[in-house]
């Protein structure tokens, strides 16, 4: 699997902040070993780590499928659902998802600065136990709900909005006054939804940087939710006001190409 990245964002809030907040977004961990992250992370010093979704591996284990009208593309999608399915299936235990690598990470992050995250599609079925679990290693979850936060004498709204059932809070947190930053597991809704919303700042995952980048632009081959080279598989779009990650871990038998592995650091001025 290829190495790691940082990559870096730089947001200007239009306000007036007495000096930069550092954010550390994170996102698909899907309960492999992301040990690497700790010590970027304390090199890194953020004041706040978010986290988007797809922590935890809480779901139906069968394939999930983005079924498409057009034949040709269905049948590839598809193919390259069951294909992997298999191959994750047949793996070596130590690739495998398993929750003492998140006992592990939440250990080291709880260290270094206050945790916020969100819910991804593979957390649809998250137990009493997990959320316990979560609270006491200092993360909060936002699950269709948001909180305020205050950080070096900056108050902002945190949301975090759910992969389902989100119609009802989401309006609520948009009609917010001051400044907003939402932690949307799937980037394809905020383009679909909140582009007109006045969110100043959305975070995403979900797509894995599209696992195989092509191309000069780094077009993602196969996008979840988005199917063959999907538009919004990795960086900033809407003038920085959605930033994609690539994700923390690999969840598919295909090697990532040219797609490494990332953390996304963001400095809003």
Not at 38 to 56: A, W, Y
Not at 85 to 110: C, H, Q, T, W, Y
Not at 181 to 190: S, T
Request: proline content about 4%.
């Amino acid at each position: 699997m290829a190495k790691a990245v940082i990559t870096r964002y730089n947001i200007d809030t239009g306000l007036k902040l007495k000096e930069p907040i550092s954010i550390a977004h994170i996102s698909d961990i899907h309960e492999r070993n992301c040990d690497y992250l700790l010590p970027m992370l304390k090199e890194q010093r953020p004041d706040l780590i978010f986290i988007t979704g797809d922590t935890l591996e809480r779901y139906d284990n069968r394939p999930q499928y983005e079924f498409e009208h057009r034949p040709i593309k269905k049948l590839i999608i598809n193919g390259m659902h069951f294909t992997n399915f298999l191959f994750v299936s047949i793996e070596p235990k130590r690739m495998r998802a398993d929750g003492e690598n998140v006992v592990r990470l939440f250990n080291g992050l709880s260290k270094i600065a206050p945790i916020y995250m969100s819910l991804g599609n593979h957390e649809q079925k998250l137990e009493d136990e997990d959320y316990i679990f979560l609270a006491e290693h200092g993360a909060k979850v936002l699950d269709n709900a948001d909180t305020e936060v205050e950080i070096k004498g900056f108050r902002f709204s945190l949301g975090g909005m759910s992969c389902w059932d989100y119609e009802e809070w989401l309006p609520t947190f948009i009609s917010k006054d001051g400044y907003k930053i939402l932690l949307c597991h799937k980037p394809d809704l905020y383009a679909d939804e909140l582009t007109e919303s006045g969110i100043d700042l959305t975070l995403s995952g979900h797509t894995h940087g599209g696992q195989i980048r092509i191309g000069d632009k780094g077009m993602g081959f196969f996008v979840p939710s988005q199917g063959l080279f999907g538009k919004y598989a990795h960086g900033s779009f809407f003038d920085n006001r959605l930033i994609v990650s690539a994700g923390c871990s690999n969840t598919v038998f295909l090697p990532r190409v040219r797609n490494p592995r990332e953390l996304v650091m963001i400095t809003l001025r």
